[in-house]
């Protein structure tokens, strides 16, 4: 099996999962970058407190610096000062101009903001001296991530359970689709839909539970070909069986009546014997076609099977010329001997049956690539071109022959073709030019394992 549900579920599964670590670390690494700034409402807040220091400290009025500031810190709960920073480089060394451009007591307020640290961090505002900074512990409302564990939540949480379940989503949707649809046709063939098959359904789609199709199908082929040959069995036996049933009815209510008690006797038990063969060849043939069993537990040869049932069928038709061309030997391994001498007995009564007196039959037994061809000819009156292969099924008679000798039932071709197919063989009809009649083929294989 190529495993392509395999495949399709695994490369989806895996490339689902990775991209679902992708984005959940590419949102996480975003959201908590754009959630580590200080608003931009709240910088300018800041930088407001920062021009009202500044303007403050250069009017001059410490006092006034000294209440706003003491305002501020009550408005809104936090610390904030004006200093001075005084810087002096030792042993000789300078300060450099980057330092000095960049050198601050607190954060810019464009800087990031650490979320993890539980302390606010402390804002500088330096004035245009470059000396002089306004510090300002952040005040809480002003503290970027409000919304972290919400967006961590919802990233380790609520984002993987619905990829996750969109993910199973289309898994479900691929597998039950094709299910539904094996389901819809095993409940019409289960209603008595014959016809109903599965594989058409699921259009160009090719995995396992396409295969699965397939062999429901073949399933119901076979089911609805066994249902279709038990019915029309049924029905034919059934209808062969009303002829001699009514022949014994009619026989029992004159033996009833005392009327010539002796004469009835014998056709009631001759139809009798021939329902009682008609049954049984019956069941016979449903069990080669319901079973389809190989037989193969034999070895034997085939010139001394012929030879023998044609002594059989000499004894049986003395009027009859019954001719042979048989090998010295012809040994064939892995057959039936009761299939196979059923088989070659019904083909040869059947030539023997439709073969007028003081006519021939003639058997040839010839070796071929592989196996052995037997061919049965016979005198009859032949069979009509497009009847050459209906002759093989159960309770078919051909029109010349209904004509010619209407006994018979149809069984015996019937069984001897299931017979060959049982060990292998095979078995064609047609008909003789010149004179008529009908040539009857089998194939039969030297070694069946």
Known sequence: MNRRLWWKLSGTLA????VLFWVISFLGATTEQQMSFIARKHQETLKDWGHTAERLYLAGDEQ????????????????AAV????IQPLAGSELSSQF???????????????????????MDLTFADGHTHFLITLPQRMRPGAYLPEARLFLKVALPLTVL?????????HLMNPVRQLEL?????SEGNLGARARALLGNRNDELTALAETFDQMAERIGDLIQSQRRLISDLSHELRTPLTRIDMAISCVEEGIDTQHFLPRIRRECDLMRALVEDTLTLAWLENEQPELNQEDLDLTDLVDTIAEDARYEYPEHHIRTELPEQAEIRGTSHRALAQAIENVVRNACKYTPAGGTVMIRLQEEAGGYRLSVEDDGPGVPAE????????????TRIRESVPSGHGLGLALASRHLDAIGGRIRACNLAG??????????PAVRM
């Open 100 to 122: 000095q451009e960049g050198f601050r007591l607190g954060r810019n307020v464009e800087w990031k903001i650490h979320l993890y640290f539980t302390e606010n961090p402390i």
């Open 165 to 173: 379940l969109a993910l199973c989503l289309v898994i479900y949707r």
């Open 435 to 444: 004179n008529g009649g009908l040539a009857m083929h089998l194939w039969l």
């Open 15 to 18: 490339l689902g999962t990775l």
């Open 185 to 189: 046709a095993t409940r019409q063939f």
């Open 387 to 398: 009847q050459l292969e209906a002759i093989f099924r159960p309770f078919f008679r051909a």
């Open 64 to 79: 006034a610096l000294a209440r706003w500031l003491e305002q501020l810190q009550r408005d809104e709960n936090t610390w």
């Open 83 to 86: 200093v001075r920073s005084e």
